[in-house]
């Protein structure tokens, strides 16, 4: 008989935002192992546990459970007080939620919120937190809350575990690093491959900011751009899309560049399998982004077979088989470009057992380590 395992979490379903699409991949291949109920705040205008439209939105699997609780602290979006205030309402809604648990609960709890593992590891519950980013508050929370006896952390890389300063002499047994994965059931294998096609999928914001996608669809104007190569960006949200789709138009490129409105997760994996170089983008004005990420992309690149350019930062060094990434220099057009011509040349990513970068291994390794 399977455990109950009650994800809880401060995210709003359903959304686009990658960080919501991680939540409901790993609780997808988690039921696999668990009895599984996710539990959110209803705190979004358009938020809803209506198991029924968030199973089409996420295509999703029968077997998971949703219950959103009605949360009277609203908040707008990120400027500086409505951060303050993000903070304040996720402290009081894990709170509230963790009053409710009782002492005699045996259920299995993991959570993307530093509040609620901080909250149920005063209650002394089997919690497991899994970080994906750092802050003061956040270190701290950790350290406090990793000494009862049944918390445990789960690291998306190794560069958060370092930099969370807990002991890991102390603690190892209850520490892991754990990367992303991918859904290896949304791959069609009867897909033809375009050698000349240069892909990116995903949002064209980053912590509400835009990610620069003009710097690389103008770098197809450059000289030593390879003519024959074309460039697919696929994402959201739609002012993003409707600012490069002119920007393509004003500078000429519609038989170079085509940018395409958000997709299906499987219509987009596929124009993945279609292609031949896949892109990892990122800003380097926050630490995040620069030492954190573990992004769901770069494991679809790899499944897909694509050779992958990435921006020189740490998060990607860290990444699996990041030895066969081309790297290329922030904001540097030459580099980008010299990066894309080596990685026309390079063979594709070998990789003996794929089943290692799938959810399917993560969910199994999760489980191996919470229960």
């Known amino acids: 008989m399977k455990s109950n395992l009650k994800y809880v979490t401060y995210q709003s379903f359903p959304s686009l935002k990658a960080n919501t699409i991680q939540t409901i991949d790993n609780v997808n291949y988690l039921s696999k192992y668990f009895k599984v109920e996710v539990i959110f705040p209803l705190r979004e205008q358009d ?7 968030l199973e089409n939105f996420y295509q999703l699997n029968e077997k998971i459970t949703f219950n959103g609780i009605t ?6 979006r990120f400027n500086f007080l409505n951060k303050i205030l993000f903070i304040i309402s996720h402290f009081l809604w894990a709170k509230k939620y963790a009053k409710k648990i009782t002492q005699t609960n045996t259920d299995i ?10 909250f149920l590891s005063l209650k002394n519950k089997n919690v497991t937190f899994e970080c994906h980013q750092l ?4 270190k701290f929370v950790m350290k406090k809350s990793i000494s009862s006896p049944n918390s445990k952390i789960i690291f998306l890389n190794k560069n958060l575990l370092l930099d969370s300063q807990i002991d890991q002499g102390k603690y190892n047994q209850k520490l ?5 994965g991918v859904d290896y059931e949304l791959f069609n294998p009867k897909v033809e491959k375009d050698n000349n096609k240069i892909i990116f999928v995903g949002n064209l914001e980053r912590f509400n900011e835009s990610r620069n996608l003009e710097f690389f669809i103008s770098a197809f104007n450059h000289l030593n751009m390879p003519d024959n190569l074309t460039f697919t960006i696929i994402g959201h949200p739609q002012k993003e899309i409707n600012k490069l789709k002119t920007y393509v138009v004003k500078n000429n490129l519609e038989k170079k560049v085509q940018i395409l409105d958000s997709l299906q997760r499987k219509d987009a994996i596929t124009e993945i399998q279609k292609s031949s170089i896949g892109l990892l983008i990122n800003t380097n004005n926050n630490e995040h982004s620069v030492r954190y990420t573990s992004p769901l992309k770069y494991f679809e690149y790899l499944y897909a077979g694509l050779r992958v350019v990435a921006v020189n930062f740490p998060s990607h060094h860290e990444l699996p088989f990041s030895e066969n ?11 980008f470009i010299n990066a894309l ?6 063979e594709v990513p070998s990789i003996k057992d794929t089943n290692l970068i799938t959810l399917d291994h993560r969910a199994k390794k999760i489980f191996e380590f919470i229960s």
């Open 341 to 346: 011509i080596k990685a026309l040349n390079a």
């Open 135 to 138: 802050s003061k508050i956040r």
């Open 71 to 76: 949360h009277n602290y609203p908040f707008g």
């Open 325 to 335: 990434i081309l790297f290329y220099e922030m904001d540097n057009v030459k580099s």
């Open 47 to 53: 938020s809803t546990d209506d198991k029924s439209v």
């Open 176 to 180: 892991v690093v754990l990367h992303n």
């Open 109 to 118: 709890f993991f959570t993307r919120s530093d509040w609620i593992f901080y």
